[in-house]
């Protein structure tokens, strides 16, 4: 079997991290992003995995070759030498995504869940048609563009309404899909957009289905999204296997924690909080709905709540870091500041309380 992933561009959302690191390396619950994609394409037994990106793809190359020979898979990084959209991408691995008759997944790289390919595969088996699509139900369909299916059929798509001011569904595009290989007839070698240009298109030859999505969801491409993510996640290692999750006088609720992490006394660490390899926590600080990245250092009696850790960083004594705080790679806040919703550059010291959300570069 064949996959693609939509890794894409800059990674603006995601800044001050992206500036380090390129998006699908950033570490979500202690792994890189793309790599809780790329374990679970291959353990239905996905072969080639096609990565489409145009931005620092040499970084990428380096980090994941590692993982080929471990999961089984051959990665093949295919360069776009302008932004191709959502479709596009498609049209350039044509060699690898058609190379037979089986169907491919695509996938955006943003995107976490419990990843059911299995039963997605499946169901497109069963259906026929040349497409299928995951789609979640939320509870303000007003914000997405909703996906509508045919009236007196259980899976196929009639059209799709975006952003509809009456109410005519719930259910929006997971950014999961599974594709036969025709639909590659479709697509030429342009920007083009699957969701507005290809999607319609199959929707009105009758060719395009859609499939619920069972269990959490969410787009953690920008850092609220990415802190709600975690908790999502979490929450799903504990249904699953909650024996790698933290446990002891210290820890409230889901939280996770490499084992090489240093942690003081008198701490209160969760709910969902992941602290990865090589940090060193002091004595009573409290961490909550947070993400602590490789090699930090939070010193003694500090509070940090909803905000992202970057790598290298230190948080000074009696600091208070919350309102979706980011800070860069190697950041230093010094001792007793308040920072509110800061979006802090890498290499930058921080010596001044910041009350309201701002960008310090």
Known sequence: MKALILVGGFGTRLRPLTLTMPKPLVEFANKPMILHQIEALAKVGVKDIVLAVNYRPEVMVGVLKQYEALYGVNITFSVETEPLGTAGPLALARDIL?????????????????????????????????????????????KYGVVVLQNGHASRI???????????????NAGIYIFSPAILDRIELRPTSIEKETFPAMAADGQLHAMDLEGFWMDVGQPKDFLTGIGLYLASVHRRQPATLAAGP?????????????????????????????????????????????????????????????????????????????????VSISDEIYVNGGCILPHKSISVCIPEPQIIM
């Open 98 to 142: 058609g190379k037979d008759d089986s169907p491919f997944f695509v996938l955006n790289s943003d995107v976490i869940c419990e990843f059911p390919f299995d039963q997605l595969a499946a169901y497109h088996k069963a259906h026929g048609g040349e497409g299928t699509i995951m789609v979640t139900k939320v509870e303000e369909p007003s």
């Open 158 to 172: 009639e059209r799709f309404v975006e952003k509809p001011q009456h109410f005519v569904g719930n259910r929006i």
């Open 250 to 330: 210290h820890i409230q609720g889901n939280v996770l924690i490499d084992p090489s992490v240093k942690i003081g006394e008198g701490c209160k660490i969760g709910p969902n909080v992941t602290i990865a390899e090589g940090v060193v926590i002091g004595d009573g600080v409290r961490i909550k709905n947070a993400c602590i990245l490789k090699n930090s250092v939070v010193r003694d009696f500090s509070w940090i709540e909803r905000s992202i850790i970057g790598w290298n960083s230190t948080v000074g004594r009696w600091a208070r870091l919350e309102g979706v705080t980011v800070l860069g790679d190697d």
